[in-house]
């Protein structure tokens, strides 16, 4: 470029007198306004829509900023410009100032998800995986603080730069946030609302303090593992399910699998040891109608004296969430155990012992555990 050609681009550019700005983007959130060697005329007129602030900038300093509407910029408009240049008693020549227009409307659809799974501990099912994802819509409430803090010298500022950034942030406050509500594991999906906006409360000072609102949070689906969801579906029929016609289910359904593994000598076990518990269910459930013809007609052994009475069955009691439950069965406690209701750890109590004792600690229970090995025969 020849000596004219600079001073035809000096001249053609140090007469526009007019300062705007149209967005013909849907995600640039801020844009500096390109002129000759930022050089503004005296008495240009400054032109701010409405959904823009425009910010001023002298030598990376945050000057004067515009809300909508027309101005003609002189010393009076510009007071904050006007000290930090020393102008005493106004201002002839052009002026130099970088102006920044920013895009206050609301962004709204924006995407957020956990790239891991967020590790939650809950007290029945232990360590625990979910995810979530969702959508929030945030605003440039404060223009100044948000070109100082964030754009810096970027001349055209977008959606898509902010975003991760902002991603990232609410990833972390969500992990926080659900982490310290401590909530069943299965009120994290049908509490999306409320949890939600506690998010949103919690989010909403550290957008605030790059200049940020954050207008909109919304959580629309927390996941788990398809093997979790089993269990609580599960769980959560327990709870409505008598205990007692629980375990006639399952030890049905234990002969039905047995009897579909008929080759397996594990199959046939399991088979004869369910066929053994049915029949002294179905022996349980007849003794009622039973009853009263064996009181009519007594059997006698054969010296002719009476037999002794049966034995009555152990009932045992347990706790949960500190609450007594029961009394149940052993074979009720053992299907609450398979269940994951109780555990090794679960406080037991029966008749004729001292005191409350771990299951693990209770001599007929610890075949729950497994490892019923006899010891070696006696050389």
């Known amino acids: 470029m020849d000596i004219f050609s600079k001073i035809k681009e000096k001249l053609s550019n140090e007469f526009i007198d007019i300062v705007e700005w149209l967005d013909y983007t849907d995600d640039t959130i801020a ?11 005296n008495g240009a007129k400054l032109i701010v829509r409405e959904g823009q602030t425009a910010v001023f900038v002298n030598e990376g300093q945050l000057a004067d900023v515009f809300t909508p509407g027309t101005y003609d910029l002189t010393t009076q408009n510009l007071p904050i410009l006007s000290t930090l240049k020393g102008w005493k008693y106004g201002f002839n020549s052009p002026f130099k100032a970088e102006v920044y227009f920013v895009n206050t409307h609301l962004f709204t659809d924006e995407k957020w998800g956990t790239k891991n799974p967020i590790t939650l501990s809950d007290d029945r099912f232990g360590l625990v995986e979910i995810r979530a994802f969702g959508t929030y819509a945030f605003k440039i409430a404060d223009a100044g603080k948000f070109i100082v803090d964030i754009v810096g010298t970027d001349n055209n500022f977008t959606n898509f730069e902010i975003n991760e950034h902002l991603k990232s942030l609410i990833a972390t406050r969500f992990t926080d946030t659900v982490g310290e509500a401590n909530l069943p594991i299965e009120l994290y999906a049908a509490n999306t609302s409320e949890l939600s906006e506690t998010c949103k409360e919690v989010m ?7 200049g940020i609102s954050l207008e909109k949070f919304y959580i629309e689906n927390v996941s788990m593992p398809e093997d979790l969801k089993k269990e609580i579906f599960e769980y959560s029929r327990i709870d409505k399910l008598d205990l007692d016609k629980l375990t006639k289910f399952k030890t049905a359904k234990a002969i039905e699998a047995a009897a579909a593994n008929e080759g397996g000598t594990a199959g046939a076990g399991m088979g004869m040891g369910m066929g053994f518990v049915l029949a002294q269910q179905m022996g349980g459930m007849m003794s009622p109608q039973m009853g009263g013809q064996q009181q009519a007609q007594p059997q006698m052994n054969q010296g002719g004296m009476m037999p002794p009475p049966i034995p009555a069955a152990v009932q045992y009691f347990y706790a949960v969430n500190g609450a007594q439950q029961g009394p149940v069965s052993f074979e009720q406690l053992k299907a609450l155990f398979a269940n994951r209701t109780i555990n090794k750890e679960s406080l037991i109590w029966k008749q004729g012992m001292t005191g409350w004792a771990a299951l693990q600690e209770v001599e007929e229970l610890k075949s729950f555990l497994g490892g ?4 070696p025969l006696p050389v």
């Open 204 to 210: 909403h000072p550290e957008f605030m303090s790059v």
């Open 31 to 41: 844009h500096r306004f390109e002129r000759y060697q930022n050089e503004i005329k």
């Open 372 to 375: 019923n090995t006899p010891p």
